[in-house]
């Protein structure tokens, strides 16, 4: 199967460019209930687009990593929501479900173990893109930590970040992360885009692969409908202005020839294009169905 379609959980899919492979090592699933975590959405989108949501009328949106494998190295892109399942809050209000859990037995069936991992580079610092930084050990013992400076600075401060992971693993992401800045190559043919808003270093990652490259958009976009609405808010962004210069910022970026992007939460069409009808998906075979439902 190819294509997967936005009202179901994400599969396990993979894209070769090059030399370069890029595998969604899916953790688990969310979703979402439209009017609690889009609030700003016209009321009646969900009823103009029913086929974005599933049969209980709420959005999937996956939780997971992008192993990145290139010359025998691999860099893994975020870490999931960790083992978690039950109701999801976002200020205190109920805005989804998930079931998640299984990255580790994901990235087996793979053919990796933790040990594999050479480097973890974070979008940001929320807790479904970093549930498996540590368990309560470092998850992935060889690995560096890599986190955009402006993402860290709050949390070094000692400011409360709504979204993040608890205070005993941000010491310990304190402790042991390397900090970057925007435009730095973190990993060979990986390049940071810090793009704040969604929260303080929010940061996407831009992966060269051959003639094309591959736009890694973390939390800038949750659902295809704000690539071409880009002033529609999610309930967790920080910033509002600051949101909507980042994706100016990247629809600049993925209506360049040869640009294909990664989406974490957008159903089962993870990578895909940006077309004057939107999100185009680009076919990438699954390995392995989605291994959790909700």
């Known amino acids: ?15 070769v460019l090059g030399e370069v492979r890029m595998t969604y090592v899916v953790d688990g699933a969310m979703a979402m209930l439209p009017s609690g975590f889009f609030p700003g959405f016209p009321a009646d989108h969900w009823d103009r687009h029913p086929e974005l949501l599933d049969a209980q009328g709420r959005l999937p949106m996956s939780a997971g990593g992008l192993l990145v494998e290139r010359d025998g190295r691999r860099l893994l892109i975020d870490a999931g929501l960790g083992p978690v399942r039950g109701p999801v809050h976002v200020s205190g209000d109920l805005v989804g479900h998930s079931d998640s859990g299984a990255l580790l037995a994901t990235l087996a069936a793979l053919g990796h173990t933790p040990e594999d991992i050479e480097a973890v580079a974070f979008t940001h610092l929320h807790v479904d ?13 060889r690995a560096r930590y890599l986190v955009a400076a402006r993402e860290w600075t709050p949390h070094g401060c000692g400011t409360t970040v709504p979204g993040a992971p608890a205070a005993d ?11 970057f800045d925007d435009g730095e190559e973190v990993f060979p043919g990986v390049r940071a885009l810090v793009t704040p808003g969604h929260s303080s270093g929010h940061t996407c ?83 392995l169905p989605a291994p959790r439902a909700v």
């Open 205 to 287: 990652y831009v992966i060269s692969a051959g003639s094309e490259r591959v736009i890694v958009l973390g939390d800038v976009f949750h659902t295809p409908a704000q690539l071409t609405h880009p002033d529609w808010p999610s309930r967790p962004d920080l910033d509002g202005a600051g949101v909507r210069a980042a994706r100016e910022r990247l629809t600049a970026e993925l209506g360049q020839p040869g640009t294909i992007g990664f989406a974490f939460h957008f159903g089962d069409q993870v990578f895909g294009r940006l077309t004057g009808t939107g999100w185009t998906p680009v076919p990438a075979p699954a390995l």
């Open 1 to 15: 199967m190819q294509l997967g379609t936005l009202d179901q959980q994400s599969a396990v899919r993979s894209l």
């Open 169 to 179: 693993v941000l010491t310990r992401i304190g402790a042991e992360h390397t900090p």
């Open 129 to 141: 893109h970093t549930g498996w930084a540590f368990t309560p050990e470092k998850t992935f013992p």
